[in-house]
């Protein structure tokens, strides 16, 4: 050892947590890997995890955990399989925004979740709670039902999520199945700032953007959005609570959403993730279409240089602009409904498309 | 039993339990008790002063220490507005009653207490508390006795006693140590060394004022026009440490006032933050975390404010609305300090530069202003060591960057075989900076630099050299199609390279994808394939060998294809070793029979 790696990891310590961070990160478990120092692989991609999952690089977190999995199943002696299992729920939770995976391996993940929480004497209550989620999303409504009450009958416990976490994944859920009073009534101690986290009330004001507006809370959902955009807006983990800000815009001020849409683009342009892509540009596709309803054909769109689509496909005119989001969606949606056999996705789109004709 | 009557039914709260509670839990150490003596003695000092201006306030603290016969007992008198019997009842003996206790002293604002368990804290340390009160309002003193137990009794006393209160503690077994002179003076300073009302000291031998001469001067005139030397003096006193420089902080919302000492090593941007707060002149904490804006780890800082809301324990500030406008202008405070050395003490600002540069480089994010004052002096790695933003300026017209150190090094060595400089953005913060400058400078071009826009800069080869190398090249691409690697031959600098191994991020994620998936299990395995099939393959490493190269030459030269086979798989290890990838099974065995063959060859 040339103290190369301790000298990195030292220069790490310092960093504050983001893609700059993750990066050095993935060098300092390459040295590990070169030096064949496998606790120090170990202990790296641990916060190659943790940074992919906090702060949106979602794949690297899925590889780093592969790799962890694989070291603690091969060498038992060495590390203890109890330490994956915070890590297993995110992880989970990541895969299956790949419609890529298909879904009897997504069964077989749960399936091997489930195993190695039992084996723990862990509570399924994440387990029920992810899979619910997994389930709605997909569109097994009745299937996702069955789950939503076993895992809020299941204790909590040290594997358990935070009870910030957990209040506002049954807000998503009643949302889900428009129990928007429920809700929002479910959200109040999260909106009253009694229960908080570091994700927490950031998710929960973009998820009661959209209810707001359809139960005429306007006010309040004005007062989400800017309370909320100020929390999420340096990182890119929130892509998708983004999305929400930006449907939200798109129905109270178009002009603003154009803003929020350049500044936040390259999120969504470099995500492997497919999920939040999909998520986001469906939500540019609704505001370009609400531009043009609005008449206005002519804009200037300001993108960055690496993510610049007008420049690189010859986007010419907002017709043109309409036309490539609506083809990238509808091939997104077509690759989850074609995993999920059904058409649940379509389903998402048109129900945000009526946001065009929107009248506040 | 069941209760038939229509009356409700009181909770009955165990005093022991809620005490071993707050001292547990809500306090930090059981010394706050001090703090809320002095905190009541205080409050009503101001309070009778409220009505009479010119009144004279005092505060006596008298000690007898533990003995063998005597369990040792701590009295503190003070001469302010007193109770009356009502009053006893209602402040002494409930819990969590805040809003009376408002109502009494009239405008909160004034007093340091607020919450109603004050005196009861007391119980962390003894088993009774005895008070004897007299109110100005009263004809006759009042003398109460709590028990730890949660009794108390309360009776009229017949003798004169003059307006004021005097409180008894007797120590608990076991309790000793709070009651020992040398600890309790200390802490009578610690917490009450800037508290406006004279308050002294005694412990049967001899008798002192705590706050005889106060250690600093908060007001505004006394930081502006204090001693530099004294001021970075009393910074070393209070946090045991030496000081760059310090900053006067002002706010007006929370009327706040005190100094931030410049911390004179580098600092973690996610280490706590431990901030001495003093509220209304009494001693908060010496860990206060949220009073100065994110960006500012680079520094520690002593303040007063006079009024802002402490939490329960009082030993934090509520994080609310007025405490952000307060981080706000205290921030301001920072930057207009950094604005002024950047005009006029540039030495000093180089200073704090080399030693905080992640914090000003944060703060140059942060706000435009800095960022122009600032942009100049800033360090970066570059390919030619490190340079000043001022020095890279004038070396190149075109900023060239590469966004991670992988990417980096990966260039490092041709760039400056060239003297081209590249900067290494790879470092946090240093890619949104170099990205901000079009933005800030109109005149300033930047040019983000991949190792394969590096390789696209390299002569070609001419007609006849590609000719020559074609079967070459040929060979190699079969021997690499394997491992995802393309192949490119150019020549370039410096001629001691035979080859460049180049891996951009994204073909980087894809590597790290197949080396990983070799080790993952079944299930993580086959997912790890089907996301990565997915992931556009247009960028895929590239081994560049170097046509200038007089051991790629001989190798062009050849007729043994056998030879050619060999030595670009030997290249193609040893270009990953020398970039720090880690080997793959495949790759591992490709050396292993590489090597072999090779000797056997040579054989």
Not at chain 1, 99 to 127: C, H, T, W
Not at chain 2, 547 to 563: A, Q, V
Not at chain 2, 567 to 572: F, G, K, P, Q, T
């Amino acid at each position: 050892m040339d103290g190369k790696l301790e000298k990195l990891l030292s220069e790490i310590d310092l960093m504050p947590d983001g893609k700059a961070k993750l990066l050095m990160l993935e060098e300092a478990a390459r040295i590990a890997d070169s030096q064949n120092d496998l606790k120090a692989g170990f202990d790296i991609r641990e916060e190659i995890v943790h940074q992919g999952v906090f702060y949106g690089h979602h794949l690297n977190a899925i590889i780093a955990f592969s790799w962890r999995l694989a070291q603690c199943e091969k060498n038992p002696h060495l590390f203890d399989i109890s330490d994956l299992l915070w890590e297993y729920k995110w992880i989970v939770e990541e895969i299956y925004k790949f419609p890529d995976v298909p879904s009897e391996k997504i069964e077989q993940l749960f399936e091997d979740m489930k195993d190695k929480y039992n084996r723990e004497g862990a509570s399924l209550r994440p387990y029920y709670c992810i899979k619910c989620k997994y389930l709605y999303s997909s569109g097994f409504k009745e299937r996702a039902e069955e789950l939503y009450f076993k895992w809020i009958n299941s204790p909590r416990d040290g594997y358990s999520d935070c009870r910030a976490c957990d209040i506002d994944n049954q807000v998503l859920y009643l949302l889900y199945i428009k129990d928007y009073e429920k809700a929002f009534e479910m959200a109040q101690p999260i909106l009253s700032g009694r229960l908080k986290c570091a994700e927490i009330p950031h998710l929960t004001y973009a998820e009661l953007l959209l209810p707001s507006l359809e139960t005429g809370r306007l006010n309040d959902a004005q007062i989400f959005h800017e309370k909320g955009y100020k929390l999420i807006y340096k990182n890119k983990d929130f892509l998708e609570s983004m999305s929400k800000h930006l449907l939200y815009l798109t129905v109270v001020d178009v002009n603003k959403a154009v803003n929020i849409f350049e500044k936040h683009f390259q999120w969504a342009f470099e995500t492997h993730t497919i999920f939040f892509k999909f998520e986001f540009y469906l939500a540019s596709w609704v505001m370009f279409t609400k531009l043009k309803k609005l008449g206005k054909e002519q804009l200037k769109i300001h993108l960055q240089k690496d993510c610049n689509i007008i420049e690189k496909y010859k986007l010419n005119t907002i017709d043109d602009i309409i036309a490539w989001f609506e083809k990238e969606t509808t091939d997104m949606a077509n690759k989850f409904n074609l995993r999920n056999g059904n058409d649940h996705f379509n389903g998402v789109i048109q129900e945000r498309l009526k946001l065009v004709g929107f009248q506040l | 039993m069941v209760n038939n009557n229509e009356f409700d039914l009181r909770f009955k709260v165990n005093l022991q339990g809620i005490i071993e509670l707050l001292s547990n839990h809500l306090y930090s150490s059981p010394k706050v008790y001090i703090r809320e003596l002095l905190q009541n003695a205080v409050d009503a000092v101001t309070a009778r002063r409220k009505n009479d201006s010119g009144f004279y306030g005092s505060i006596s603290i008298e000690l007898f220490e533990p003995s063998e016969k005597n369990p040792g007992t701590l009295v503190v008198e003070d001469n302010g507005i007193g109770l009356t019997e009502e009053e006893v009842h209602q402040f002494l003996a409930v819990i969590g009653q805040s809003s009376k206790r408002e109502e009494f002293f009239q405008r909160r604002n004034d007093f340091i207490g607020q919450f109603g368990i004050g005196l009861l804290s007391c119980f962390i340390v003894c088993d009774e508390i005895i008070v004897i009160t007299k109110s100005e309002k009263s004809p006759y003193a009042v003398e109460w006795v709590g028990k730890y137990d949660g009794t108390y009794r309360v009776r009229k006393l017949d003798n004169d006693v003059s307006v004021g209160t005097k409180i008894y503690l007797r120590c608990r077994p076991g309790s000793e140590e709070y009651f020992q002179a040398p600890t309790l003076k200390d802490l009578f300073i610690h917490y009450g060394c800037f508290l406006p009302y004279p308050i002294y000291f005694s412990d049967g031998k001899s008798k002192i004022l705590i706050n005889n001469e106060k250690p600093f001067d908060f007001s505004r005139d006394g930081i502006l026009k204090g001693d530099r030397e004294a001021i970075l003096e009393y910074g070393k006193k209070v946090f045991d440490e030496d000081f760059i420089d310090y900053i006067p902080l002002f706010s007006k919302t929370g009327d706040v006032s005190g100094i931030a000492y410049i911390i004179s090593y580098k600092m973690n941007p996610s280490s706590k933050r431990r901030h001495r707060v003093y509220l209304k002149n009494m001693f908060l904490s010496d860990s206060v975390e949220n009073l100065l804006p994110d960006w500012a780890f680079f520094l520690k800082c002593v303040v007063n404010c006079n009024d802002l809301e402490p939490t329960a324990s009082r030993e934090q500030l509520c994080d609310d609305k007025k405490l952000s406008q307060v981080q706000a202008e205290l921030g301001d405070c920072i930057r207009s300090y950094l604005v002024e050395k950047a005009r006029f003490d540039i030495f000093r600002l180089r200073e704090i530069i080399k030693i905080h540069t992640l914090a000003i480089k944060a703060l140059s994010l942060e706000f435009d202003e800095l960022y122009k004052l600032f942009i100049d002096w800033l360090p970066f790695e570059t390919s030619l060591g490190i340079l000043t933003f001022g020095e890279i300026k004038k070396r190149t017209d075109i900023i060239q960057y590469t966004p991670s150190i992988d990417e980096f090094r990966q260039i490092q060595k041709i760039s400056a075989a060239k003297s081209i400089c590249i900067l290494n953005c790879g470092y946090i913060y240093d890619t949104e900076i170099i990205e901000k400058l079009p933005e800030i400078f109109h005149d300033i071009r930047i040019e983000r630099i991949s190792p394969t826009d590096m390789s696209a800069s390299f002569e070609e080869l001419d007609f006849e050299e590609r000719e020559k190398a074609f079967e070459f090249i040929k060979t190699a691409e079969v021997v690499l199609q394997p491992f995802n690697c393309s192949v490119q031959i150019k020549k370039f600098e410096p001629t001691d390279i035979p080859a460049l191994f180049m891996i951009d991020e994204e073909a980087n994620l894809i590597r790290n994808i197949e080396n990983t998936k070799e080790v993952s299990n079944f299930l993580f395995s086959s997912i790890l394939g089907q996301i990565s099939d997915n992931i556009s393959t247009s960028s895929k490493a590239q081994l560049c060998f170097n046509y200038n190269n007089p051991l790629i030459t001989r190798l062009i030269g050849t007729d043994s294809k056998e030879l050619v086979c060999m030595s670009v798989e030997i290249i193609y290890i040893q270009s990953l070793l020398m970039g720090h990838y880690p080997l793959n099974p495949r790759e591992m065995k490709l050396l292993n029979s590489s090597l072999l063959n090779l000797i056997d060859y040579k054989l």
